[in-house]
Structures are given as structure tokens and as C-alpha cells.
């Protein structure tokens, strides 16, 4: 079993940054890939971006290359997801997940493990 507990959202300007924060709880953790998505309000849960075991291979959404950065610290058992140049559509709330796997994934029904979620709310 695996629990994952994030933390870092908050309230910021347009342009702004945050960096999200998962810890996880197990001995595994670093055979996990990790993965970010997020739910806004009346809207499916979306996939953000992923991770593999190592952190050697990461992918994102179009709506968030190059402005988002996912790192993980396997020593820590914490995945990292930095936002960059938010935009008041970044507004959702974000969810980390894990998977009993190493290789990365993209949709929500590939996932085991979810948190409960941590609000971004970005203002214009």
C-alpha cells in the first residue's frame, strides 16, 4: 500500500511559480513512476505529467511543456512538480499518483495510488 500526500498549493499571480510536493509513504517508492493531474472545477481529472522510476524519462501535456518541471527524490520518497508562468487556467486542483509500475503513464485508469489533492488557484 501507498500513500501520497501532497502539499505547496496556494494562491498565486499570473507569471507566478509553485512548486508542488508528494511524499509518499513505502519502501518501493522509487519503483513507482509518478505521475501529476489535475481536476478544475466541472471538468474531468487531466493528466499534467509523469515521471519514471529514475526520473530519466518524463512526459507532459502540451498545455504545460516548458513551463512545468516534474523531479522526484527517491531518498526523500517525494515527487516534485515546479509550475512556471501560471496562468489563471493552471487553476485546478492537483492530484500526485502512482503506479506499480516503472514505466511511465499517461490516463488516470493506469494509476494505483492517488492523494488527496492540493489546490492551485491562479489569479489574472
Known amino acids: 500500500q501507498v500513500q501520497l500526500v501532497e502539499s505547496g498549493g496556494g494562491l498565486v499571480q499570473a507569471g507566478g511559480s509553485l512548486r508542488l510536493s508528494c511524499a509518499a509513504s513505502?519502501?518501493?517508492?522509487?519503483?513507482?513512476?509518478m505521475g501529476w493531474f489535475r481536476q478544475a472545477p466541472g471538468k474531468e481529472r487531466d493528466f499534467v505529467g509523469t515521471?519514471?522510476?529514475?526520473?530519466?524519462?518524463?512526459l507532459y501535456a502540451d498545455s504545460v511543456k516548458g513551463r512545468f518541471i516534474i523531479s522526484r527524490d527517491n531518498a526523500k520518497n517525494t515527487v516534485y512538480l515546479q509550475m512556471n508562468s501560471l496562468k489563471p487556467e493552471d487553476t485546478a486542483v492537483y492530484y500526485c499518483?502512482?503506479?506499480?509500475?516503472?514505466?511511465?503513464?499517461?490516463?488516470?485508469?493506469?494509476?494505483?495510488?492517488w492523494g488527496q489533492g492540493t489546490q492551485v488557484t491562479v489569479s489574472s
Open positions: 513505502g519502501r518501493t517508492f522509487s519503483s513507482y513512476a
Open positions: 515521471t519514471s522510476w529514475s526520473g530519466g524519462r518524463s
Open positions: 499518483a502512482a503506479r506499480h509500475t516503472s514505466v511511465v503513464a499517461t490516463t488516470v485508469s493506469e494509476y494505483d495510488y
